[in-house]
């Protein structure tokens, strides 16, 4: 094998001639370029790390499993060395992912070319072997997931078990999932039948697509959802911005709704914009079946206390504070899945959701009014110290206009009072926008008691 080969991935000169078994092959080299170039010592690597792991260990199960049912089924004369090959690997595999998953996380760094190296060889020196044997008959047309679980439940004592995730629905979580109504938006077939199969392993079957997020919010006026699925883009729009209105109760969705976000990117901005969306889950494309089982069986029994701060409302993710927020206490917020599976009456789940949505917002005004002095003592700073530009300015005032107009619409929305002085404080940063080549330092100054005072009103509530 040349080392363009193991640079270029998959190309049609790895084609054995089946649809199928092309596209698992197209998805190990998908999996080991997720590991390409990567920093293993960044925060996000081991989010990248243990998604081609936990990938790794099912398609490696199904794939193998597709091959030697048709290689079985054709009488090929080399099956069992064919199989003996697959064993060694696996064996290899599960070897790196027991050295990494035990602390010897260095071992990782050789799985990219492990899994290039071997997958290029065996396909061109074994493979191929059968290309000319096999119809599209003698193949097991279904997606791996099926195939994994197939593997799984087939073998016997003495085989070597992978460590695939098998928790499909734990004893002591006794949840109805029948009565659960999930959401799909995923503009991939293939993806959107994994994900379906996956629904319906765990009891799901009450289960709708959507393309845009205006039928979603629409949908949720109608009834809503207890679990949404959802593409890193839907509709060619950006479904971390719509997650992070639901969760700021700005969408007709219940704001507690569970969440798993579908990154295709591993882009360290990718990453951390999903991550802090409010989402409840995220996974890398391509994902394993027991991947997407763990993260909704998990949340459904498990779910993590929330935390508000200015720029986020969604499960604690972290323990520093950010610039311009105030601390951020753990709420506990009702599982529309947990509740629904358990049979807890709507009108109970609405009380508690109520009661959880009041006690999110009023951390929410807190957060804003603190992010307001914030924002004031910088843009102040900056014009003092005389390191202030007109693009800076712009974009201060346009930061502080944005935390007013928010601020000015929850007080209406959920306390009913007027919000007076937090409109004419927006006013004025509208009103300065507006001659930027005119702004003293007076004016700043003007703006940033102003803010104060609004701050102060809402801080202490």
Same mark, same amino acid.
């Given at each position: 094998?040349?080392?363009?080969?193991?640079?270029?991935?998959?190309?049609?000169?790895?084609?054995?001639?089946?649809?199928?078994?092309?596209?698992?092959?197209?998805?190990?080299?998908?999996?080991?370029?997720?590991?390409?170039?990567?920093?293993?010592?960044?925060?996000?690597?081991?989010?990248?790390?243990?998604?081609?792991?936990?990938?790794?260990?099912?398609?490696?199960?199904?794939?193998?499993?597709?091959?030697?049912?048709?290689?079985?089924?054709?009488?090929?004369?080399?099956?069992?060395?064919?199989?003996?090959?697959?064993?060694?690997?696996?064996?290899?595999?599960?070897?790196?992912?027991?050295?990494?998953?035990?602390?010897?996380?260095?071992?990782?760094?050789?799985?990219?070319? +492990?899994?290039?190296?071997? &997958?290029? %060889?065996?396909?061109?020196?074994?493979?191929?072997?059968?290309? =000319?044997?096999? #119809? /599209?008959?003698?193949?097991?047309?279904?997606?791996?997931?099926?195939?994994?679980?197939?593997?799984?439940?087939?073998?016997?004592?003495?085989?070597?078990?992978?460590?695939?995730?098998?928790?499909?629905?734990?004893?002591?979580?006794?949840?109805?999932?029948?009565?659960?109504?999930?959401?799909?938006?995923?503009?991939?077939?293939?993806?959107?039948?994994?994900?379906?199969?996956?629904?319906?392993?765990?009891?799901?079957?009450?289960?709708?697509?959507?393309?845009?997020?205006?039928?979603?919010?629409?949908?949720?006026?109608?009834?809503?959802?207890?679990?949404?699925?959802?593409?890193?883009?839907?509709?060619?729009?950006?479904?971390?911005?719509?997650?992070?209105?639901?969760?700021?109760?700005?969408?007709?969705?219940?704001?507690?709704? +569970?969440?798993?976000?579908? &990154?295709? %990117?591993?882009?360290?901005?990718?990453?951390?914009?999903?991550? =802090?969306?409010? #989402? /409840?889950?995220?996974?890398?494309?391509?994902?394993?079946?027991?991947?997407?089982?763990?993260?909704?069986?998990?949340?459904?029994?498990?779910?993590?206390?929330?935390?508000?701060?200015?720029?986020?409302?969604?499960?604690?993710?972290?323990?520093?504070?950010?610039?311009?927020?105030?601390?951020?206490?753990?709420?506990?917020?009702?599982?529309?899945?947990?509740?629904?599976?358990?049979?807890?009456?709507?009108?109970?789940?609405?009380?508690?959701?109520?009661?959880?949505?009041?006690?999110?917002?009023?951390?929410?005004?807190?957060?804003?009014?603190?992010?307001?002095?914030?924002?004031?003592?910088?843009?102040?700073?900056?014009?003092?110290?005389?390191?202030?530009?007109?693009?800076?300015?712009?974009?201060?005032?346009?930061?502080?206009?944005?935390?007013?107009?928010? &601020?000015?619409?929850?007080?209406?929305?959920?306390?009913?009072?007027?919000?007076?002085?937090?409109?004419?404080?927006?006013?004025?940063?509208?009103?300065?926008?507006?001659?930027?080549?005119?702004?003293?330092?007076?004016?700043?100054?003007?703006?940033?008691?102003?803010?104060?005072?609004?701050?102060?009103?809402?801080?202490?509530?």
């Amino acid at each position: 094998m040349t080392e363009a080969c193991q640079i270029a991935g998959w190309s049609d000169a790895f084609s054995v001639g089946n649809a199928a078994i092309d596209s698992d092959h197209k998805a190990f080299f998908e999996i080991a370029n997720l590991l390409k170039g990567i920093i293993f010592e960044a925060a996000e690597s081991k989010f990248v790390i243990e998604s081609a792991l936990a990938m790794l260990e099912e398609y490696v199960a199904g794939h193998f499993l597709r091959e030697e049912k048709a290689m079985e089924k054709i009488g090929f004369q080399h099956f069992e060395d064919h199989r003996a090959k697959h064993f060694a690997f696996n064996r290899k595999i599960n070897e790196v992912i027991r050295l990494y998953r035990g602390g010897s996380l260095s071992v990782a760094e050789k799985l990219h070319d +492990l899994v290039l190296k071997w &997958l290029a %060889s065996h396909i061109m020196n074994e493979d191929m072997k059968f290309r =000319s044997l096999l #119809t /599209d008959d003698d193949v097991d047309q279904r997606p791996l997931a099926y195939l994994a679980l197939d593997a799984l439940e087939n073998e016997g004592p003495g085989t070597e078990k992978l460590a695939v995730p098998t928790v499909i629905v734990p004893a002591k979580l006794k949840l109805d999932y029948s009565k659960i109504t999930a959401l799909i938006c995923e503009p991939s077939s293939t993806i959107r039948s994994g994900i379906r199969f996956t629904l319906n392993e765990i009891g799901i079957s009450n289960i709708e697509e959507s393309n845009n997020f205006i039928a979603i919010d629409e949908s949720c006026r109608n009834g809503g959802f207890q679990i949404i699925v959802m593409d890193a883009m839907v509709g060619g729009n950006d479904s971390a911005y719509f997650i992070r209105q639901i969760r700021s109760i700005q969408t007709n969705c219940d704001p507690f709704v +569970l969440t798993v976000l579908l &990154l295709s %990117s591993r882009d360290e901005a990718a990453v951390r914009s999903a991550m =802090s969306s409010g #989402t /409840d889950s995220v996974l890398l494309i391509p994902f394993s079946s027991g991947q997407l089982r763990d993260q909704i069986i998990g949340h459904a029994e498990r779910r993590k206390p929330f935390i508000v701060t200015q720029d986020y409302i969604g499960p604690e993710r972290q323990n520093e504070n950010r610039p311009g927020c105030a601390s951020a206490p753990q709420i506990i917020v009702p599982n529309p899945v947990e509740a629904l599976g358990r049979g807890i009456s709507i009108e109970q789940y609405e009380y508690r959701k109520n009661e959880a949505i009041q006690v999110i917002v009023n951390y929410r005004l807190k957060s804003l009014a603190g992010a307001i002095v914030f924002e004031c003592n910088s843009l102040a700073a900056g014009m003092r110290d005389g390191v202030s530009t007109t693009e800076s300015t712009f974009r201060s005032l346009t930061r502080l206009e944005n935390i007013a107009d928010e &601020l000015a619409e929850k007080i209406r929305k959920f306390s009913g009072a007027k919000s007076y002085s937090v409109e004419t404080f927006r006013d004025r940063c509208r009103e300065l926008k507006g001659r930027l080549g005119e702004i003293a330092y007076v004016d700043i100054e003007e703006l940033s008691a102003s803010g104060r005072k609004v701050s102060e009103i809402y801080a202490s509530r």
